[in-house]
Nanobody
Framework: QVHLVETGGGLVQPGGSLRLSCTAS????????MGWFRQAPGKERELVGT????????YYPDAMKGRFNISRDNAKNTVYLQMNNLRPEDTAVYYC?????????????????WGQGTQVTVSS
């Protein structure tokens, strides 16, 4: 089991940027494909982006393309989510998650380990 901790959330104005970090312990992160998800009040958890083990291949839903970017530093056991041009509808709790498969993971059920989440609020 890998233990994940997200940091970097907070309050940002529309159009602003935030970078979230997800640091792993207990296992080597390079053995896991990673995903970022978010959940807003009253809504289902949704995929924000996913990246394979070596960081080369990534996927983002259309709403995030061009604004969000996932990167990973396996030497630091950390995955990042850079979010630019944030909108009020991006307000949610953001979670990172790990899966032991090799490919991209599009569904939350494909992930075995989850962080506790970090709140992102986009508001003026």
């Amino acid at each position: 089991q890998v233990h994940l901790v997200e940091t970097g959330g907070g309050l940002v104005q529309p159009g602003g940027s935030l970078r979230l970090s997800c640091t792993a312990s207990g296992r080597t992160l390079s053995n896991y494909a990673m995903g970022w998800f978010r959940q807003a009040p009253g809504k289902e958890r949704e995929l924000v982006g996913t990246v394979i083990r070596n960081g080369v291949l990534k996927y983002y839903p259309d709403a995030m393309k061009g604004r969000f970017n996932i990167s990973r530093d396996n030497a630091k056991n950390t995955v990042y989510l850079q979010m630019n041009n944030l909108r009020p509808e991006d307000t949610a709790v953001y979670y990172c998650a790990a899966r032991s498969g090799h490919g991209l993971g599009y569904q939350s059920g494909e992930y075995s380990d989850w962080g506790q989440g970090t709140q992102v609020t986009v508001s003026s």
